[in-house]
């Protein structure tokens, strides 16, 4: 199974298959594997002994970053992402470590987690998508329902105190408009973020 892969100047972490939301232009409704990797879905969830011996694999004076994005979403794992993180910081602390997230983890783990990041985590890229929350649900089809814009939002907010960089993005193709756009953008800058938008990927 795909646990590490590389994306240009980064290696990318693989950890789960599962994800709060069914967006609409997800990556995995077009196939198994994305930027000619093998297949990105998982028999089963790697141990985080076998997350840390398949980046031991890599030669890091090559790579600029390690992200933390594959086919589900990173903070279904958090112990696991977490303690992985940590573990390449004190291997290397210059080493950048970047978690691309649907910012949805304080209602998947049941608690606040922003704080938990800190020290462990130089860059957060949250998918904040829309400005409209009724857009949010009908674009993320997150199982959490209403619930699950608000609490992107705070989680993005509480993760600009401890997290370096905290990037919101939105999907190009999808958001075209460019009145849309800057609004996304104020949302963003009204939480302490700066937003990217990002390519759609096919």
Not at 13 to 26: E, G, K, L, S
């Amino acid at each position: 199974m795909t646990i590490t892969y590389q994306v240009k100047n980064s290696i990318y972490v693989n950890i789960t298959n599962r994800c709060p939301c069914a967006c609409t232009f997800c990556l995995r409704t077009h196939g198994p594997g994305v930027f000619g990797s093998d297949s990105l879905w998982l028999d089963r969830e790697p141990t985080t002994d076998e997350i840390a011996e398949s980046l031991a694999t890599w030669d890091y004076t090559r790579f600029r970053e390690v992200v933390f994005c594959g086919y589900g979403e990173p903070t279904e794992r958090l112990d696991a992402l977490l303690a992985v993180a940590e573990h390449l910081k004190m291997r290397d602390a210059s080493l950048r470590i970047r978690v691309n997230t649907n910012g949805l983890s304080d209602l998947v783990n049941g608690r606040p987690t922003a704080g938990m990041f800190a020290n462990k985590v130089d860059c957060l890229s949250i998918s904040l998508n829309t400005d409209d929350p009724d857009e949010y649900l009908a674009v993320c089809r997150p199982r959490f329902g209403k619930a699950a814009y608000p609490a992107m939002l705070k989680f993005a907010k509480e993760a600009t105190a401890v997290v370096p960089e905290v990037v919101m993005t939105v999907v190009g193709e999808p958001v075209t408009d460019s009145g849309k756009q800057a609004r996304c953008r104020v949302v963003a800058e009204s939480l302490g973020a700066r937003l990217r938008i990002r390519p759609y990927e096919r």
